[in-house]
């Protein structure tokens, strides 16, 4: 039986249980697989338009044999604004592969609960460390390294994840930065 926490292998990557609920589980990528700017320009860019969505849910997604493919569920994902410096988050989306927001990597039972951390930062704030740092803390070629939100950070920035552990709701520029990239997805189980 999978339960929250488990690192489960899917195609070609290890990953680790986020949540279970009715038959299926939530997963991310144990490590970080790869690093690729959020978007091919250094634009004001959403979720749903930006060149890192396309990439996940279509190249990325190729990757995995048709019978992987039938075992992951389309998932509606809602991009909240950044409320610290009023970035639209843009449309729901409809995806078979995505990033987390942050409120999913703020939220129990994902990397501990830090909510209460999110939501009292003032506006302007670059973002917080926590004790759930080590939780959040993800290597790329055996380093730690930083990794993309779905979330927009400041204008043409996305939020992130630093490679400390720390949550950046300022985030980074968009079309420069190569980010590490930890695809998840929800699995039928």
């Known amino acids: 039986m999978t339960k ?8 070609n990557y ?12 939530l997963i991310i990528t144990e490590h970080i697989i790869e690093q690729r700017p959020y978007n091919g320009d250094f634009t004001d860019i959403t979720w749903e338009n930006c060149t ?19 075992q992951i569920i389309e998932t509606k994902n809602q991009t909240l604004n950044n409320q610290w410096y009023g970035t639209a988050g843009g ?8 990033l987390l927001s942050l409120k999913e990597v ?13 939501q009292n930062l003032r506006k302007g ?15 790329f070629n055996n380093c730690a390294s930083w990794w993309w939100l779905r979330t927009p950070g ?28 930890r695809p998840a997805l929800w699995l039928k189980i």
């Open 154 to 181: 400041a204008g043409y920035l996305g939020a992130l994840i630093g490679d400390a552990g720390g949550v950046y709701v300022r985030g980074l520029d968009v079309g420069g930065g190569r980010g590490g990239v």
């Open 125 to 139: 704030e670059w973002g917080f460390s926590d004790t759930n740092n080590q939780k959040r803390i993800s290597k």
């Open 52 to 70: 890192l969505r396309h990439y996940l849910n279509n190249e990325f997604l190729q990757k995995f044999t048709h019978e992987q493919q039938s």
């Open 91 to 98: 449309n729901d989306t409809d995806d078979k592969v995505f």
């Open 4 to 11: 929250i926490g488990d690192i489960i292998k899917f195609g």
């Open 106 to 118: 703020c939220s129990a039972p994902y990397f501990g609960d830090s909510m209460a951390e999110l």
């Open 14 to 25: 290890n990953w680790r249980v986020l949540y279970v609920q009715d038959n299926k589980a």
